[in-house]
């Protein structure tokens, strides 16, 4: 039973530019999850995805952008990158009916902007 | 505002040690507690999730406690190894209704030495 798998593994980029991560949950889940981990930090609550909508936000810019596909799947986009982008994004995968069920991380993609 | 405090912030301890690693939240309706493990640069891997009904859970020489009225939750690690270095992250849920959201602390790098 494969888990959480993020794609791609590393990714750099410059002020401005967009970039879109992927992310697969684990099997028989149907809730995605995004979270932002600076260096040294905590991981911090970008928007949860359920039913191919957006259900909660945390405090970040319009730039950051989401959707879920049928499959479950999701993708994050980060519209004209900054500096302060730079970070490893964290997809968490959960199951809506199980309330109380561990939520899955991914390994992560690490983004750089230069 | 939930706010999730890990002390201390960095550990390091000789083999064969028992710890303790402290985690304070500031709002105490949460639905459950989480403590996370996470290698460099890699993602989480959960190791204990303790309901908001439960007082402790255990997995081996891990032992999770929460006290939820006071906001507070311990990690126990029995005879540490080297093999136990990581940062340790804990991460409190809101209530069932406002979704499955993760609030972290900023976790304690632990350092376990041969």
């Known amino acids: 039973d494969a888990g959480v798998t993020q794609s791609p593994t590393h990714l750099i980029k410059t002020r401005g530019q967009q970039v879109t991560l992927r992310c697969s949950p684990k099997?028989?889940?149907?809730?995605v999850s995004w979270y932002q981990q600076a260096l040294g930090q905590g991981p911090q609550f970008i928007f949860q995805?359920?039913?191919?909508?957006?259900?909660q936000r945390g405090n970040f810019p319009d730039r950051f952008s989401g959707h879920q596909f049928p499959n479950y799947s999701s993708e994050l986009n980060v519209n004209a990158l900054l500096l302060g982008d730079s970070a490893l994004y964290l997809c968490?995968?959960?199951?809506?009916?199980?309330?109380?069920?561990?939520?899955?991380f991914g390994p992560g993609t690490r983004l750089t902007v230069l | 505002k939930q706010e999730v405090t890990q002390i201390p912030a960095a550990l390091s301890v000789p083999e064969g040690e028992n710890l303790v690693l402290n985690c304070s939240f500031t709002?105490?309706?949460?639905?459950?507690l989480q403590w996370f493990r996470q290698d460099p640069g890699k993602g989480l891997t959960s190791l204990l999730l303790?309901?908001?009904?439960?007082r402790e859970q255990t997995s081996g020489r891990l032992n999770a406690s929460l006290d939820k009225s006071s906001g507070r939750s311990t990690l126990y690690i029995a005879a540490s190894q080297p093999g136990d270095s990581a940062t340790y992250l804990c991460?409190?849920?809101?209530?069932?209704?406002?979704?499955?959201?993760?609030?972290f602390g900023e976790g304690t790098q632990l350092t376990v030495n041969p």
């Open positions: 968490a995968s959960s199951a809506q009916q199980g309330a109380g069920d561990t939520q899955y």
């Open positions: 099997s028989g889940h149907d809730t």
């Open positions: 995805y359920y039913e191919e909508e957006e259900r």
């Open positions: 709002d105490s309706a949460i639905y459950n």
């Open positions: 303790i309901q908001s009904s439960q």
């Open positions: 991460a409190v849920r809101r209530p069932e209704t406002s979704g499955s959201r993760l609030t």
